[in-house]
């Protein structure tokens, strides 16, 4: 504020050297008073000059600070909106930055209308006719203000709702093309987008059409207020009440007063949306986090512990019930299951990226959720089912975006079977792997996960679908790198259906419906499955082939191949 009443001040120069001109130096045809007053004149507005080049400056720092301080706290809630499933999630960055844009440019407007009054009082003191008519223009122009709220604050918000809707229906399209192009919904896709996106094109014309009504009305009463303003001041220097330097100046302060409020109806729009940003950012980063705060724990042993543990989405019905059971470091447990089980729910429940209805997950015995995630993070290795990787090189996805020893990749990239995959692209582990490995094969993706799931040799290891995309030899390298991460006592989950992954298991879980049906070491649980799948029959028996067939495939019925839970 302080630079805006000094610059508000300075903004008088040229009226008040026009005043001093015409009433001082022509009526005493000084040539020493005009120079000195050119002097003090320039001066004075190389000083607004600089002032003006200052404050713009340091607006545009502080809202780089803003960001920078709010964007972390704004990025990380928006991932924890991520797994709450909560609509308003990236939106928070983008409204983030509309905020900043406003105050690095559009808030300096704010800083002038309120030295509008000092304006009009500076033409007061010209003469009070001359005031009267500038304050009916001011006054007219902060009702347009106003009305110019109320007609764009609406239209605007829908055009928010619709847009954010829109984006969304591109985010979707994006990630999942090759369906929309293999069964040929590339029609029905933009048409959803066209109508999301016309509603809000809609929406953003009808605002800025009455903003514009607005600003032409705001410009014609402002033009019309200073030429009228020398028309009063004229038939006053015909009275000769006021001097011919004051109709000038109090033409030239009149437009200087109404320039903030014209130029505020101006930006009155994108004052509208940084507030509409700002009101919804400011809601959502006052939300509770997703996890309080804790103190840092040591590094887990991997003693893991799943009690009583029931998980659901809100308002659907449970999909875990009261599942139970121990792995200790060194152990190896298969989780196997029909179709809509649970698996992949229990998975994302193991890591910690979503909490229990009730019971709790317990590794080390802490509650795993509540670990903070920036300590816990490195002794976790998690290969979801839908593989997920970053931008970037990939030794950037094996060493999870961190500065690590070339080693230490190579080696997770041997122990997924990766390693010489990976020499043969054209820049071995500095290739580009474009938008989420948009340009590696399905297997590829899966192995460059898998290796960065064990990298560093995590203490608790959780797999789903491992070898979802890999073949023989994959799934032989998938066997070595459990056994290697059990030699090293790492704690390995593993979530398949395919009876190869139970080769270095020490222990299978059976999940059905949500519950857990049985549990403990491979071999028990194995023959239990064989002899409830395979029906004793009589030698010479018609059924006898059926039996044996029925013995080869208790593993695929017991658990069939799972979508995402």
Known sequence: MLFSAVLNVLMLTSSVYMLQVYDRVLSSGSIETLLYLTIIAALALLLLSLLDTLRSRMLDRVSTWLERRVGPFAFRRALDASLSQRDYQGESLRDLGAVRTFLGSGIATLFDVPWVPVYLAVVYLLHPLMGHVALAGAVILFLLALASDLAARRPL???????????????????????IDAMGLTDAVLRRWAG??????????????????????????????????????????????????????????????LAPVEQAIGTWKQMIQAREAYKRLAAFLALPPLRAEAMPLPAPEGRL?????????????????????????????????????????????????????????????????????SDLGRHVGYLPQDVELFSGTIRENIARLEEADPANVVAAARMANCHDMILKLEKGYETEIGEAGVRLSGGQRQRIALARAVFGRPRLVILDEPNASLDGEGEEALNRAIAALKASG?????????????????????????????FGPRAEVMDRLTRRNVQPVAAGSPARAQAAAGSRSAIPQAATPTPAE
């Not at 829109?166 to 090759?178: H, I, K, Q, Y």
């Open 157 to 179: 918000r829908e055009a928010n709702r619709s847009a954010t809707r829109s984006m969304r229906t591109v985010d979707g399209a994006l990630r999942n093309a090759e369906a």
């Open 196 to 257: 999301l996106s016309h509603g809000a094109l809609s929406m953003q014309s009808l605002a800025s059409d009455r903003a514009a009504a607005i600003q032409g009305a705001a410009k014609f009463v402002r033009l019309f207020v200073q030429t009228a303003i020398l028309g009063v001041g004229a038939w006053l220097v015909i009275r000769q009440e006021v001097s011919g330097g004051a109709m000038i100046a109090g033409s030239i302060i009149m437009g200087r007063a």
């Open 305 to 373: 512990s799943v009690e009583g543990v029931c998980f659901g989405l809100q308002g659907k019905p449970l999909i875990l019930k009261s599942v139970s059971f121990k792995a200790d470091p060194g152990e190896a447990v298969c989780i196997i299951g029909p179709s809509a089980a649970g698996k992949s729910s229990l998975a994302r429940l193991l890591v910690g990226v979503r909490s229990p209805q009730t019971g709790i997950v317990r590794l080390d015995g802490a509650d795993i959720f509540s670990w903070p995630k």
């Open 490 to 518: 790492s704690t390995v989950i593993v979530i398949g259906h395919r009876p190869s992954l139970l080769q270095e298991v020490t222990k299978v879980l059976v999940l059905v419906a949500g519950q857990v049906e049985m």
